[in-house]
């Protein structure tokens, strides 16, 4: 309308944007594994292989903690794909060869050696994705590259390229295979990771409380808390003991333990070593799927609220747009939840930067939010946006 345009403008086409990353077939019937990252918020996705054949791409599941993602083509007959191989027995030193497209320049194989395993990186405060347990490489690693194969000399997949310091010389980053092997089952079948639960509350302590209870080490993670019937309870880990390893890795902290559980997925058998009194024990653990009674008595009696799916009445009600996210219905009095204000008809979208799109991802988040001192709320409310931090 003309007389808009005199105030406002004419409307701008919107941009076109396009954004290039790297893959590896996984599997003959079309299945190709890359980062999260290389395909958020596309709206359409093609593939180019070797020798220029071009496919249309579709998204099977993807992971922002780990950042992995698995993509689908389909193509007239089965396709060469790439071996997993195991990153558990890599060496410093070893050899290692990288492929993708850096900057945009196809088919690109850069070769380096093995600096380090295990390296935890800063992601950043807001980051959601897990910054444990990289394979640091000196093979050239640049945006492009982001989502392709690291190999051995033997041609097997070792690891998952991603660029995250793009100012970074002579260093490059990729995600262990061994991790990525139990995210992509996870994946094909369900679309999604089913984020396993193993049913303990720990808390950080520091020297005073080691040299109190004779622990060698200056710092670690107790058990403060095991839920009773949970896989911990099962296992044999009991309040008290003193976790120092999960799934074979060291564990120091709390902030450590989560990070390696983010890598397992519901049905994982985990070993877990845990100091008890001067001895060590090694417990084994089946990881299981959160409780919907325990992720709902933690949302009523820890935040003070209840929620439920967002319906056709609540849309109505509260002229909500969108079903994405679940809607407040109660809040308890008295509550950290009612402190700062929370009202039925609220929408949470968020909790603590993890999407909660349905009741199923809220729980999961609520539960994983106990192992924090505070709980950061995306928070809607007649259709603007608010993040407000509650203290339990």
Known sequence: DEFFRDFFGRRQPRRREQSLGSGVIIRSDGYILTNQHVISRAEK?????AGNRIYSARI???DP???LAVIKIEAPRPLPFLPMGRSDDLMIGETVIAIGNPFGLQHTVTTGVVSAVGRSLDSGKNSRRNPSDFIQTDASINPGNSGGPLLNIF????????????????????????RARRIVDDLIHFGKVRKAWVGIVLQDFRSRLASRVGFPRKRGAIVAQVIEGSPAWEGGIRQGDILIGFGGKKIDSRKEYLNELAGYTVGSEVSADIWRK?????RRVRLSSIPIALAD??????LGIRVAAIDERSLRRYRIQSRNGVMVTRVIGGSASANIGIQPGDVIRQVNGQP???????????VRARDFPRVQLLLYRSNQGYTLTLQP
Do not use: H
């Open 45 to 49: 996705i093609r593939v180019q292989l």
């Open 356 to 366: 909660t799109r349905d009741i199923e991802s809220f729980r999961e988040m609520v």
């Open 155 to 178: 041609g097997e997949l070792i690891g998952v390229n991603t660029a995250i310091f793009r100012k970074a010389q002579g260093i490059g980053f990729a995600i262990p295979i061994d």
């Open 65 to 67: 903690v780990n950042d």
């Open 297 to 302: 008595a933690i949302a009523q009696n820890w």
């Open 60 to 62: 099977i599941g993807a």
């Open 278 to 282: 001067g001895k060590v024990f090694t």
